[in-house]
């Protein structure tokens, strides 16, 4: 407890000083300045993943061409920082992350397209989503529609898959989907996050935020698994049902396979 209450100590108040500085820094950069917006975001990620202990692998390659639509599994908003740091996207949440502390700020400074239950502003969205696709940029989508405990991967909503063909008129360029498959698999002492070990760095159900963001910054650290798969082309599946089916397979095998290498390890060390 006194380790834990020390590294919450140390590392809190530099988690703030660095969202602090670094979403001034980032919305200051106007007009010729915003190329510089890209190289603050991948400082940012490299902060907060330094201040949570988290050592990433990846492995695999995201794809080098837009527009791409990544699709990944959701596990704690530690996602963010853990997959931006390698894709330059814009991510796609659900309307009430605007709100959230902290984090619903860097959302909406860096673009994030939200999506909102309420029919009326479909069409807004679409064509939010339209522009940005036509203007060849990526975007990032958690299909299951909410975070989970990691354990594994829900039903991919094949509503949300419609936006690899969110073009509305199909004039626009062809979207290429990637499934990504991210997995906190141990601990910095090798010990396998299951059971109730998981809510440690996932965040999902009724937990608040404020109260694990402080918990988690009190742990060691994490190691986590971002596996990108095989690029697919959104044509090639008959309807969107068929597309989230496939990508939900993808990324389910692949988070099972980081904690199945895991558990492997640990006991052959035993």
């Known amino acids: 407890m006194l380790v834990a209450a020390l590294r919450v100590s140390i590392r809190l108040p530099l988690f703030l000083i660095a969202n602090a500085v670094l979403i001034a820094a980032y ?3 106007l007009g010729p300045a915003r190329r510089f917006r890209r190289p603050i975001q991948v400082l940012w990620c490299r902060i907060m993943q330094a201040l949570a202990g988290l050592r990433v692998r990846y492995i695999g390659a995201p794809n080098p061409s837009g527009p791409t639509l990544w699709v990944a599994n959701h596990v704690s908003y530690l996602d963010i920082a853990v997959l931006s740091r390698r894709l330059e996207a814009v991510f796609v949440a659900k309307s009430e992350v605007a709100n959230w502390p902290l984090f619903g700020i860097i959302a909406r400074l860096t673009g994030t397209v939200f999506v909102s239950r309420q029919p009326a502003l479909a069409r807004v969205q679409r064509e939010a989503i339209r522009r940005h696709l036509s203007a060849g940029g990526n975007l990032l989508l958690f299909p299951e ?5 990691g354990s594994g991967v829900a039903p991919f909503k094949s509503s949300l898959m419609d936006i690899a063909s969110a073009r509305g008129t199909g004039n626009g360029p062809s979207v290429t989907v990637q499934p990504v498959s991210l997995a906190y698999t141990r601990d910095r002492a090798g010990v ?3 059971g109730p070990r ?4 996932c965040w999902y159900g009724e937990m608040t935020l404020a109260p694990h963001l402080i918990r988690m910054l009190g742990q060691a650290g994490a190691e986590v698994d971002v596996r990108f798969h095989p690029p697919i082309r959104a044509e090639a599946f008959d309807d969107r049902k068929a597309l989230a089916r496939h990508c939900q397979a993808e990324v389910a095998a692949g988070v099972a396979a980081a904690h199945r290498l895991v558990t492997d390890l640990r006991q052959a060390a035993e």
């Open 145 to 149: 529609g909410t975070s989970t405990d």
């Open 27 to 29: 919305t200051l950069c």
């Open 192 to 194: 396998p996050l299951t």
């Open 198 to 201: 998981r809510a440690l760095y």
